[in-house]
């Protein structure tokens, strides 16, 4: 996929954080360690440094959710961070997105920290959970 089109998706899928525009996406996309697994409905971004792996953002089209595809991208994720030498993977996830929330917890995610006022685009600012688990 493009960045453009990467861009519209996340658009399309995500309300807080901010959606990135294409020419961010196409900055994380060039990272060393970067990690892209995709989908028609949707698209995880992460990143490895030393052993650790760091996923960015995992965003689903919302008429696609509820269908597998959020766990499938973080499974796809998950492989290629482990593929690459990480044995830790961690995320930051809104405080008020139950959703994504529910998803990692399911997949062995587990509360390692909090970020408090973390997402200021949004009044009052939410707090970021820090997550983490084993690969």
Do not use: K, Q
Not at 18 to 30: C, K, Q, S, T, Y
Not at 67 to 76: D, H, K, S, T, V
Not at 93 to 110: F, K, M, Q, S
């Amino acid at each position: 996929m493009t960045n453009d089109a990467l861009a519209r998706l996340h658009a399309a899928a995500m309300t807080l954080p901010r959606p990135w525009a294409a020419h961010e996406i196409g900055v994380l996309r060039l990272m060393p360690g970067a990690i892209e697994c995709t989908r028609a409905e949707g698209f995880a971004l992460g990143r490895i440094a030393a052993d650790e792996a760091e996923l960015l953002t995992i965003a689903v089209l919302p008429d696609a959710r509820r269908n597998g595809i959020g766990r499938a991208l973080l499974a796809a994720y998950h492989e290629a961070a482990a593929r690459l030498g990480a044995v830790t993977s961690y995320l930051e996830v809104a405080e008020t997105n139950e959703a994504a929330r529910a998803l990692y917890a399911l997949d062995g995610y587990a509360e390692v920290g909090r970020r408090a006022g973390y997402y200021t685009e949004v009044t009052p600012h939410v707090a970021a959970i820090v997550m983490s688990r084993s690969l």
